[in-house]
């Protein structure tokens, strides 16, 4: 464990030298879905070696749970987690893993077992909107 607790650390406070995407495809275990665009998983980085970390689903926005400004966006963020938490089954592969802006986060392209990218089920379905819409979930209808 002390191995990738030393991977994580590197991975997240490396040089831009070492930043570089992960192309993947990187087998993960779902450990819960935590909203409609963030999941914790687990991935096996060496011999009985596992990492937890939170995977942002890239290319998407969906509405809040945590703090959401108003009832609306709380039931729309309920319905965005849950749709995410049907297509994540157990297990995801992960594509293009990158740092994402907060500390022991990254942002990938999650598909499911099925091969179905999660951002575009999300976005098709109405649960989420492109990264950078400025949607407001309250306002929406």
């Given at each position: 464990?002390?191995?990738?607790?030393?991977?994580?650390?590197?991975?997240?406070?490396?040089?831009?030298?070492?930043?570089?995407?992960?192309?993947?495809?990187?087998?993960?275990?779902?450990?819960?879905?935590?909203?409609?665009?963030?999941?914790?998983v687990r991935v096996r980085v060496w011999?009985?070696?596992?990492?937890?970390?939170?995977?942002?689903?890239?290319?998407i926005d969906a509405p809040e749970l945590?703090?959401?400004?108003?009832?609306?966006?709380?039931?729309?963020?309920?319905?965005?987690?849950?749709?995410?938490?049907?297509?994540?089954?157990?297990?995801?592969?992960?594509?293009?893993?990158?740092?994402?802006?907060?500390?022991?986060?990254?942002?990938?392209?999650?598909?499911?077992?099925?091969?179905?990218?999660?951002?575009?089920?999300?976005?098709?379905?109405?649960?989420?909107?492109?990264?950078?819409?400025?949607?407001?979930?309250?306002?929406?209808?």
């Open positions: 464990m002390r191995f990738a607790r030393l991977l994580v650390c590197a991975l997240c406070f490396s040089s831009g030298a070492v930043a570089e995407p992960l192309a993947g495809p990187v087998p993960a275990d779902v450990i819960r879905v935590i909203d409609g665009d963030t999941i914790r011999l009985d070696q596992t990492v937890d970390v939170s995977v942002r689903l890239a290319g945590s703090g959401a400004d108003c009832p609306a966006e709380r039931t729309r963020g309920r319905r965005a987690r849950d749709a995410a938490m049907a297509m994540a089954g157990d297990g995801l592969i992960l594509r293009n893993i990158e740092h994402d802006k907060f500390a022991g986060r990254v942002v990938a392209e999650a598909y499911s077992a099925e091969g179905v990218s999660l951002s575009d089920a999300l976005l098709s379905q109405g649960h989420a909107v492109a990264y950078g819409d400025d949607t407001a979930w309250c306002a929406a209808g």
